[in-house]
């Protein structure tokens, strides 16, 4: 007879997918392709599932069930939606979002609309466990050296223009376990690209975040062109956000923005040593 676990799951899996891949005991299974196609995202975000390849992306990072996972600066929770039903039943998942206390503008009600939506989704995300990141104030978004993986998504020009990319790398190297993985996905500037640029377009060489990335202590082990986009000249009026789905320059453009896509991005894999 299954335990009341594995038929929450079952259930889950049947209600928002109609997918299920049974294990030689004959129990269902969640998988990612299930899930990021799941009756729990909107139609919006469903959508982007094609620029932004989350299957081969987490995949690529190496993401299993059983793991400790922290996701640093999930905003709405795009990501959220796939790996935190995804490690509930046999791992862990940390949202490091923002603080409460933070000095930027928008981050209380980033954090609010976060924290509302795994609320009142309790079926789905109520293993979630929310720590807040605010270098140097705020730093323990998980045990010391408890995470298997730790992973961020467009996040790391957010803390060039801050000056704070370095703290933001260190914070997640305490987190990590020795010989655990961070993932990194982030808007790619032109090689050679100045520190002028990668503080205002909201791009970065894929340079700069290895470097960074190696200061705070992580070895670089892959890079992946699972999100590049070649039609990404990475030059425009207002930046990255000049594309989809942002859209800044409103109607100005806008079908050759359409055209372009998403930005061209890096996706980089790091280990912290044994």
Request: charged share 20%; proline share 7%; net charge negative.
């Amino acid at each position: 007879m299954k335990n009341f676990s594995s038929l929450i799951l079952a259930t889950f899996v049947i209600s928002f997918s109609g997918t299920l891949i049974a294990d030689h005991h004959g129990e269902a299974e969640l998988t990612l392709e299930a899930l990021i196609n799941g009756h729990h995202r909107s139609d919006v975000n469903i959508a982007r599932n094609g620029p932004r390849h989350p299957v081969e992306t987490l995949e690529f990072f190496g993401l299993e069930k059983d793991m400790t996972v922290i996701e640093i600066l999930p905003a709405g929770g795009w990501y959220t939606e796939i790996i935190a039903p995804y490690v509930a039943e046999e791992g862990k998942f940390y949202a490091a979002h923002f603080s409460p206390n933070s000095a930027l503008p928008y981050a209380p009600r980033s954090l609010q609309g976060f924290e509302k939506k795994i609320t009142d989704n309790p079926e789905i995300y109520g293993k979630i466990t929310v720590r807040h990141i605010d270098p140097p104030h705020e730093v323990r978004i998980a045990p010391p050296e408890s995470a298997d993986l730790a992973m961020t998504f467009r996040n790391v020009h957010n803390w060039i223009m801050a000056g704070q990319e370095l703290e933001y790398f260190e914070t997640f190297y305490a987190a990590l376990k020795p010989g655990g993985i961070l993932g990194v996905v982030e808007h790619r500037a032109l090689p050679g690209s100045s520190m002028e640029v990668m503080e205002t377009t909201g791009y970065v060489t894929q340079d700069y975040v290895i470097e960074i990335a190696e200061k705070a202590g992580f070895v670089f082990v892959a890079s992946s062109e699972i999100n590049a986009n070649s039609k990404d000249l990475t030059e425009y009026p207002a930046g990255v956000w000049t594309l989809p789905p942002t859209y800044r320059l409103g109607e100005e453009n806008r079908d050759q923005y359409t055209a372009i896509g998403e930005s061209d991005r890096m996706t980089l894999k790091f280990r912290k040593p044994q």
